[in-house]
């Protein structure tokens, strides 16, 4: 597998939701992850979310996402219901050694974080010549 493992903590979190009935902490960032051609592709769900407040880091192959969401009312208001989560969300994706974090491209879109992490060009395959005999072919390796 190229992509990765993710925040282990975060699986300790859901069933902690579960038992106790409420949310351990607010760091819910749905994501779906897949590959397209060489590209791997990862789409957060990051509603409400300025892009300004979306910090990417990569150290080593740890790829982390932070973003903060507000939502204080404004100046006098009384907060009825408060239900949507806020404050600061936080993501790690664990990046396989044959993945370029050199060229992560990210785009934010409608409330969407969407990363294009190109397969390393030392990880494609690639075509072996054998020579030998009269005749030469080619095999995949």
Known sequence: MMLMRTDPFREFDRLTERLMGTAARPTSMPMDA???????????DLPGVAPESIDLDVERNVLTVRADRRTAPHGDAEMVIAERPSGTFSRQLFLGETL???????SYDMGVLTLRIPVAEQAKPRKIEISGGGDRRQISG
Do not use: C, M, S
């Not at 370029?100 to 990210?106: K, L, N, P, V």
């Open 34 to 44: 897949y590959r397209e051609g060489d590209t791997f592709v990862v789409r957060l």
């Open 100 to 106: 370029d974090t050199e060229r992560i491209e990210a």
